[in-house]
């Protein structure tokens, strides 16, 4: 199938469901990205920031882009002016830095918590614990430039679909929780991003409302080019 097919059969799958479709386009050029939007693809999600920066230098000004990689607290200043939504937030230190650099750029900045939901060391984000810890702090009270939406999870890479599937109920129920606790009158607080092409269709059942999918859509990434 070329791009276009497989966009359309993941759309098509998306369509029972109350989802957003992040097509991830690490290491995509801009043509590929452009082939994909010209389709109708919105939503695009990267994990760098400099290569994030010269793609929103030479595409369409509509796009919405997704910062869902590792964040480092010295690059926010760089995707401030712009960025839709950060996913990857897993500390206070990185918020306190993204409400800072959102207040610069005069502008609200939509964020995630990022939520640690597999035991995998490559895996990164808060605890349930520290995240209850950040949302009482008097730290995160204070911030008026930042609106957290929602909880971002990444499930182990890993052929056993129950552990996954049990990964995404576990994000599902403390999300709900924590809406039910801090954001039980904010609209906003409505986002849980889990999913990418390995385990989209688990995380879909389990109420993912954002899937993050790159190869899919666009074939193999070439790791040559991070």
């Not at 990418?196 to 899919?216: F, H």
Request: proline residues 1%; hydrophobic residues 35%; contains cysteine.
């Amino acid at each position: 199938m070329n791009t276009f097919e497989r966009l359309q059969v993941i759309n098509k799958e998306l369509e029972n469901y109350d989802t957003q479709l992040i097509a991830v386009s690490k290491t995509k050029s801009v043509e590929e990205i452009l082939e994909v939007y010209k389709e109708g693809q919105r939503h695009f999600g990267e994990n760098q920031v400099q290569e994030l920066n010269e793609k929103y230098d030479k595409l369409p000004n509509d796009i919405i882009w997704h910062q869902i990689g590792s964040l480092q607290r010295n690059k926010v200043k760089y995707i401030a002016p712009y960025i839709g939504v950060i996913h990857s937030v897993d500390s206070l230190k990185l918020l306190q830095e993204i409400n800072k650099q959102a207040l610069k750029a005069k502008r609200i900045i939509d964020c995630l918590l990022q939520i640690q939901i597999s035991d995998e060391d490559t895996k990164s984000g808060l605890d349930y614990a520290d995240t209850i810890e950040l949302l009482r702090s008097d730290e995160y009270q204070e911030m008026k430039n930042i609106r957290i939406i929602g909880l971002m999870g990444i499930a182990s890479n890993t052929p056993n679909t129950k552990m996954i599937k049990e990964e995404f109920h576990d994000l599902k129920v403390l999300f709900n929780g924590i809406k039910e606790s801090f954001f039980r009158n904010e609209d906003s607080f409505k986002e849980l991003s889990m999913g990418m092409s390995s385990d989209y269709k688990i995380a879909l059942e389990e109420g993912s409302t954002m899937v993050r999918i790159g190869s899919l859509i666009f074939g193999a990434r070439d790791y040559s080019k991070n």
